[in-house]
Nanobody
Framework: QVQLVESGGGLVQAGGSLTLSCTYS????????MGWFRQAPGKEREFVSQ????????YYADAVKGRFTISRDNAKNTVYLQMNSLEPENTAVYYC????????????????????WGQGTQVTVSS
């Protein structure tokens, strides 16, 4: 049984930084790609970033390239999202998710490509 628990969200001023963490419980964390999505009020959930199972490949939505960094520590079963230069438009609930397929590494930007989800953590950026 897979469980994903996000933490690190909160209230931050525009221009500030936050680091989100997602702790994974279950089998074979190191064999799966991991992703971050977000959902702003009244909007659909959207892709933010993905890291391959080995950590060797990372992908970002255009809106966050250069400001957000995804990483993982397979020894700790944890994936991180470092968010810098935050903007009010980044206000959303952030979700981590485990890729659906073993040893995937190809970019996966749709929710259907992820099989397990956390409960989300709120990030609020004030102007």
């Amino acid at each position: 049984q897979v469980q994903l628990v996000e933490s690190g969200g909160g209230l931050v001023q525009a221009g500030g930084s936050l680091t989100l963490s997602c702790t994974y419980s279950g089998r074979a964390f190191s064999n799966y790609d991991m992703g971050w999505f977000r959902q702003a009020p009244g909007k659909e959930r959207e892709f933010v970033s993905q890291i391959s199972w080995s950590g060797g490949n990372t992908y970002y939505a255009d809106a966050v390239k250069g400001r957000f960094t995804i990483s993982r520590d397979n020894a700790k079963n944890t994936v991180y999202l470092q968010m810098n230069s935050l903007e009010p438009e980044n206000t959303a609930v952030y979700y981590c998710a485990r890729g659906r397929y073993l040893y995937w590494s190809r970019i996966s930007q749709t929710m259907a490509e992820y099989g397990s989800w956390g409960q989300g953590t709120q990030v609020t950026v004030s102007s």
